[in-house]
């Protein structure tokens, strides 16, 4: 896509807005509730707003490479700024952590990346994921170290002791996704049966 063809799309927007005039004015008089934190993958490809048929307004997103939330002892200060907004100034009532086929990040790490690499640095927070998916003897490694990932990172997020607390109090509840590119189709990850289900 061109820079050009950008332009030209807010032109197309503006028309949208207008449309949805009283949507785009609430949300600058009244400012952002959103319920929802989502935390999904940089990748082009998985547009957390398109998949879900969210509005403006309804999702506080922040997204990297592999959906990674760094624990808490890490001092990741992009990652816990955004969670610490969310959950403590937001009040959001749902952390979806979204995972997607065919995770480039995830790729890279399998396969090895270069010491040197800052994206080496970032993916440590994911060789868990990889060992947990080295572990089941069934299945293809790549999309089980996905699946484990999203886990992971669910598991990471209950090591702010703020998140832990609310989810405690049933304020919070942390959601595990998994989005399929090939179909378009969402799974989530169900505690009680410890497997992935269609959420439709
Ligand atoms: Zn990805």
Redesign the pocket.
């Known amino acids: 896509m061109s820079l050009e063809k950008l332009m030209k799309g807010n032109a197309v927007f503006t028309k949208t807005y207008e449309k949805n005039k009283q949507l785009y004015s609430d949300l600058v008089n009244e400012g952002q509730h959103p319920k929802v934190m989502w935390v999904g ?1 940089s ?1 082009s490809r998985v547009v957390p707003e398109f998949i879900v048929k969210a509005n403006a307004g309804d999702l506080f997103v922040t997204r990297n490479i ?1 959906n990674i939330i760094p624990p808490s002892d890490a001092k990741d200060s992009n990652s816990s700024s955004v969670l610490e907004y969310a959950v403590e100034h937001l009040h959001v009532e749902h952390i979806v952590i979204c995972g ?1 086929t065919g ?3 995830i790729n890279a790490m399998l396969q090895g990346i270069p010491q040197d690499s800052i994206i080496n640095d970032w993916m440590k927070h994911a060789y868990k994921a990889k060992e947990n998916a080295e572990q089941q003897n069934r299945g293809d490694l790549e999309i089980n170290t996905i699946k484990a990932n999203v886990l992971l990172q669910a598991e990471h997020l209950l090591s702010f002791s703020y998140v832990k607390e609310k989810v405690g109090r049933k304020q919070l509840k942390i959601h595990k996704w998994l989005y399929d590119m090939s179909s378009g189709k969402i799974s989530f990850y169900d505690d009680h049966k410890n497997e992935w289900n269609l959420l439709n």
Do not use: N, V
Request: aromatic share 0%.
């Open positions: 993958c990748d592999a997607h995770c480039g990040g």
